[in-house]
């Protein structure tokens, strides 16, 4: 399925989902208002529509309120994750906008995220205790996902499955229990949710892999932020680790420069490095391996226009501009 046909279908559901993230989110407080203003109209909105899709690839025909309440709800979490990481990473940009903690300041940005944590934990409860009780897991693993990236930070002995670890608990934790939170509103079984789970899962991981490989070779006007900002950071990814296994001490030796000084000569030095000892196409590999994970993993599901729709959202997280 083209992007274009994608989009045009999904694009009903998205409306609905944004509809509802401005119907539901209240607060008396204006500087939570403006935060949530700035930071919410932008986004792909792949986790509130896994939920949907999910529920509807398991037959769900019921009122869809709800389902996109729910979906909301991911969105919610997703974002307040982000308003926290922009603190503590210092961006400048989010998603081609000015980023919040620059626009209204830190603690603006920190007690917004902390509001709307608050405020899906509270609105969830409503949907039982199993639904209520993964959401709340996969945010306690998510924000140590977060805590190990930042205690790894500038540490180049990171193996690439310690690698893996982390970006299944910041980023592919959250998109897994998003796909099984729509199975389990649908009345899934346990064998039906355990698919969602293993399709989310390697989804996240994908999605991840992918996004560290666009840091290296994406283009700054289509993702809305610098380049090579990981590095920058002193955040170890895949393309990096792979190409120091294949490193002759010239990528270390650029990484030390680096740390020293901050040039744009530099980081175009290891990038020039990182793509002659193949840390791009590794990655990129390895990214499309585990979107074909999480198409297998729901290839026995009945054949539907749902169905279709997952796999082409599956395709989209390694093929995309940002």
């Known amino acids: 399925m083209d992007k274009d046909r994608l989009k045009k279908i999904i694009s009903t559901h998205t409306r609905k989902i944004d509809e509802e993230l401005y119907r539901m989110f209240v607060s008396q407080s204006s500087s939570t208002k403006q935060v949530f203003n700035q930071v919410i109209r932008t986004g792909k909105r792949l986790r509130p529509l896994l939920v949907v899709y999910s529920a509807l690839c398991s037959n769900y025909k019921k009122d869809m309120a709800p389902l996109y309440r729910l979906g909301a709800i991911m969105e919610l979490v997703h974002t307040a994750s982000l308003l926290h990481d922009d603190v503590i990473d210092e961006a400048d940009v989010r998603r081609g906008v000015v980023s919040s903690n620059r626009l209204f300041g830190n603690k603006a940005s920190i007690l917004a995220g902390d509001y709307m944590y608050s405020f899906a ?15 709340s897991e996969a945010v306690c693993i998510l924000t140590e996902g977060e805590t190990k990236e930042m205690e790894n930070t500038g540490r180049m002995e990171l193996t690439e499955k310690e690698y893996l670890e982390i970006i299944y608990m910041k980023t592919g934790v959250l998109i897994e229990a998003s796909s099984v939170v729509g199975a389990m509103f649908s009345g899934c079984n346990k064998d039906r ?16 892999i992918y996004d560290d490989v666009l840091d290296y070779i994406g283009s700054e006007e289509e993702m809305g932020k610098e380049i090579m900002k990981d590095i920058r950071e002193g955040k170890i990814t895949l393309p990096l680790i792979h190409s120091l296994h294949n490193d002759d001490g010239k990528l270390m030796d650029a990484v030390k420069k680096l740390k020293k000084s901050n040039k744009r000569e530099n980081l175009l030095r290891i990038k020039q490095l990182v793509e002659e000892r193949n840390g791009i196409v590794y990655s990129f590999k390895k990214a499309t391996d585990y979107a074909e994970r999480a198409k297998k993993a729901i290839r026995c599901l009945e054949i539907s226009p749902s169905k279709e729709v997952l796999e082409a959202l599956i395709d989209y997280s390694v093929n995309r501009a940002h």
Do not use: D, R, W
């Open 121 to 135: 934990y509270n609105t969830v409860l409503g949907y039982g205790e199993e639904i209520a009780g993964k959401i």
């Open 193 to 208: 949710i355990e698919l969602f789970s293993e399709m989310g899962k390697n989804l996240g991981i994908a999605f991840q």
